[in-house]
């Protein structure tokens, strides 16, 4: 399977400040990538799928010009974290469309917003 | 309304011991369902992917059931290690209408292995 990289792993914040974590596939051009949010002892909630070289797709619900999603290349997809909240605080996983139905998911980052 | 659920909440067991973790769904139209191990702090891992004609498949001691016609799923774990200490991750996908998929997520069982 794909192998996807996410940077940084953790990161801590103080209130108001932007964040961007980043989502790597190392060995797979993924025209779609999808970013996740989840809350402790909750399942994954997807927040938008990302299209290299178009606009992201919103969940309802996900503020996008809170969240900024950027596909610029088949391996590369970022989201900001815009002026953070301490309730932004959360595990974002992204994951890719591979072939055949299988998606690839990254490690993770822990964002903490004090 | 698409909805995965999965039982139980939580599961202890002894390392060796066998143990097996269900899921029901009511999703339309089904496209595939997918059982995913996520540990603490990290991303989900696939695990097994069934399609509506596959009945069962399995992934080293893992092995996923589908019963298409009652809409449940079940993962057998056998002869658990420590390792297999996680979260199991139930996710239907839904095929919509313009050939995309959505993917229904359960809640999981957070199966803990004792020594």
């Known amino acids: 399977g794909a192998v996807v990289s996410q940077h940084p792993s953790w990161v801590i914040c103080k209130s108001g400040t932007s964040v961007k974590i980043e989502c790597r596939s190392l060995d797979f051009q993924a025209t779609t990538m999808f970013w996740y949010r989840q809350f402790p002892k909750q399942s994954l909630m997807l927040m938008a799928t990302?299209?290299?070289?178009?606009?992201?797709?919103?969940e309802q619900g996900v503020e996008k010009d809170k969240f900024l999603i950027n596909h610029a290349s088949l391996t590369l997809s970022t989201l900001t974290v815009t002026s953070a909240h301490p309730e932004d605080s959360s595990f974002y996983i992204c994951?890719?469309?591979?072939?055949?139905?299988?998606?690839?998911f990254g490690p993770g980052t822990r964002l903490t917003v004090t | 309304k698409n909805q995965v659920e999965q039982s139980p909440q939580s599961l202890i067991i002894l390392e060796g011991k066998n143990c097996t973790l269900q899921?029901?769904?009511?999703?339309?139209?089904?496209?595939?369902l997918r059982w995913y191990k996520q540990d603490t702090g990290r991303g989900p891992v696939s695990l097994t992917i069934m399609t509506f004609s596959e009945n069962t498949k399995s992934n080293g001691r893992y092995t996923a059931t589908l019963d298409a016609d009652t809409k449940q799923s079940s993962l057998h774990i056998t002869a658990s290690q420590l390792s297999d200490s996680a979260s199991y991750i139930c996710v239907v996908s839904v095929e919509s209408m313009d050939s995309n998929y959505q993917l229904i997520w359960g809640a999981g069982t957070k199966l803990i292995i004792k020594p």
């Open positions: 899921c029901n769904y009511t999703v339309s139209p089904f496209s595939n």
């Open positions: 994951s890719l469309a591979g072939r055949t139905y299988e998606q690839y």
């Open positions: 990302s299209n290299e070289g178009s606009k992201a797709t919103y």
